[in-house]
């Protein structure tokens, strides 16, 4: 392609992405079934012959942007799924056009220079141990899955267990303790880590879902104890303090799933959610839900540095890098610089300003609850963070009330199970949604009940 036409090409990307967003508040937040139907458009066999970039792309945004769900809108409250900052959006832009294989220094100086100064700002606004690793993963589930990788073989190291050498056959067992209420990608990760799930101890959870110190399975020296900061259906934290104090005594691991919760710990009005969390020995967070970053964006820290250096190391003659070379702290070896998003979204809204991100999507999930609460929709959880778990009063149960709003264009969000019965969730977590968001998706989600 000529230098020309590439930048022809890259100006009709932008343009058409500038389109797409020009449109999201008013955009149906979910593709309607004609224009999922069109996605048959895109069942081709395999061309023989170049196609035309220009050609690609016009298909790409007829058929594509339509069909896309508007997560990055201020309309969708599903999942956890927070949007794209601009900053880190433009800043990605950049990631994508340098093309980095940022595994060390010696691949990309410049992607190794910001994921240093990424990592130690976010253990700085999160105040997690200075000198932690961080690793900047794809997800909170790799990255989780580094963790514990780092905490049994070092659990192992201290039954002079060399898990290196020796694998796992004969070895001692390391044992899990995890609350039924953890992120199914817990329970993902460690069974891809060989831990069986009959043989995991379940530590029993209060109504909100958090741990209760006072029915703690038992911990010694070779227990992995999970805990969480942000339950997905409610929002809550397991209480740190006294399940870490244990934890230490016994000699455990304890490690932290905080995909999105962990953010409130850059709060003044949630940080208390959070107390006691410092003390844990690795913990998981996401970019790309609640700092608004792109996907796919994760770390994975861990207290003792050399410990997640050794577990994760893939130095090879031909590639040596620094034992704090992001190819030696999660699973990529080769890895786009996704931390550099990040360094631009600390940048740029600072302390303060993810402070008040985090801290706004709280108060609008308060008045989000008590907005819909009592007009035909129970909320069900104590509303401590972002999330809000609901269930329906009325005649029209959890199913019909939540297919009828996704069809209807003008919110989206999905349904889960609490306590087995069937409830449908709201997570506020994209910097887009406004006060007047939220009054909208109150006078959406009560309509029926307000017609009544
Ligand atoms: C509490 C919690 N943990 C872990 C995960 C998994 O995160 P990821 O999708 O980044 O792997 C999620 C995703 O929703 C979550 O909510």
């Not at 702290?329 to 600072?350: D, Q």
């Not at 349904?415 to 887009?432: D, E, H, I, K």
């Amino acid at each position: 392609m000529h230098k020309n036409d590439e930048q022809a090409l890259l100006r009709e990307a932008d343009a058409l992405a500038a389109h797409y967003l020009h449109s999201l508040s008013t955009r149906p937040v979910y593709p309607n079934a004609g224009e999922i139907q069109a996605l048959s458009g895109f069942d081709e066999a395999l061309p023989d012959a170049p196609t035309d970039a220009h050609a690609m792309l016009a298909q790409l945004d007829t058929f594509g942007s339509v069909s896309t769900s508007v997560s990055t809108g201020p309309h969708y409250l599903g999942y956890v799924i927070g949007g794209v900052l601009p900053a880190a959006a433009a800043a990605d832009r950049l990631v994508s056009v340098w093309d980095q294989c940022a595994s060390s220094h010696a691949t990309s100086p410049i992607a190794a220079k910001l994921e240093a100064v990424a990592g130690r700002w976010v253990l700085d606004i999160l105040d997690l141990p200075r000198g932690s690793a961080v690793g900047f993963g794809t997800s909170a589930t790799a990255c989780g899955l580094s963790c514990i990788a780092a905490a049994r073989r070092s659990l192992l190291a201290g039954q002079g267990w060399d898990l290196d050498a020796d694998g796992l056959v004969g070895a001692p067992e390391i044992k899990v303790v995890i609350s039924d209420k953890a992120h199914i990608s817990l329970f993902k990760l460690l069974r891809v880590l060989g831990f069986g799930r009959k043989r995991m101890l379940i530590a029993p959870t209060d109504e909100q879902g958090r741990i209760d110190p006072k029915r703690l399975p038992a911990l010694d020296d070779k227990t992995i104890l999970c805990l969480q900061a942000g339950e997905v259906n409610t929002g809550a934290f397991d209480p740190f303090t006294p399940l870490i104090a244990k934890a230490k005594a016994a000699g455990a691991w304890v490690h932290v799933d905080g995909a999105f919760g962990l953010w409130a710990r850059a709060t003044k009005t949630h940080h208390h959610l959070t107390e006691g969390i410092e003390g844990a020995d690795s913990w998981t967070t996401d970019g790309h839900k609640w700092l608004n970053t792109p996907y796919d964006s994760a770390m994975a820290i861990c207290k003792d540095a050399g410990a997640l250096a050794q577990a994760m190391n893939s130095d090879a003659d031909y590639a040596r890098a620094e034992s704090h070379a992001q190819s030696n702290l999660t699973m990529e070896f080769s890895r786009r610089a996704r931390g550099i998003p990040v360094w631009a979204v600390l940048k740029t809204l600072g302390r303060q300003g993810v402070c008040e991100m985090v801290e706004r999507h709280c108060g609008q999930t308060q008045k989000l609850a008590e907005g819909i609460d009592g007009k035909g929709i129970k909320v069900l959880n104590k509303v401590v963070l972002n999330q809000v778990l609901c269930t329906t009063t009325g005649a029209e149960g959890v199913a019909d009330f939540t297919t009828r709003m996704q069809a209807g264009g003008k919110l989206w969000f999905g349904t889960t199970v609490w306590n087995g019965a069937p409830a449908f969730r709201l997570s506020v977590s994209n910097w887009r949604t406004t006060d007047a968001d939220i009054e909208r998706a109150i006078a959406v989600l009560t309509d029926v009940f307000t017609e009544v």
